[in-house]
């Protein structure tokens, strides 16, 4: 089982910035990847920017340049930082973790999400 604790959703104009976080908790085994989904009504869940165990970060082009994906890894958290926010970038944004244990395969886990919205 993992736990979420997202925060930093809100409403803002277009340009703006916001940073989101997420603290994962997990009572058995590990954390591999973490980061960050959104979706939007009437389309599927898009991964928005990830981060794996490693360090190798991977964003949807939509947001390259905008977005930066962080971590701080012995305290299973990630932050989504996000500038020259716009209207398209509107969503609830799910908090992602790849959950690691022990001779299982890792299971993927999404937060309660938090919202997003950027208009004037």
């Known amino acids: 089982q993992v736990d979420f604790v997202e925060s930093g959703g809100g409403s803002v104009q277009p340009g703006g910035s916001l940073r989101l976080s997420c603290v994962a908790s997990v009572s058995r085994g590990s954390i591999g990847s973490m980061g960050w989904y959104r979706q939007v009504p009437g389309k599927e869940r898009e991964l928005v920017a990830i981060?794996?165990?490693?360090?190798?970060?991977h964003y949807v082009d939509s947001v390259k340049g905008r977005f930066t994906v962080s971590r701080v890894y012995a305290e299973n958290t990630v932050y989504l930082q996000m500038n020259s926010l716009k209207p398209e970038d509107t969503a609830v944004y799910y908090c992602?973790?790849?959950?690691?244990?022990?001779?299982?395969?890792?299971?993927?886990?999404w937060g309660q999400g938090t919202q997003v919205t950027v208009s004037s």
């Open positions: 981060k794996s165990a490693g360090g190798a970060t």
């Open positions: 992602y973790v790849s959950h690691i244990r022990l001779g299982r395969r890792p299971d993927n886990y």
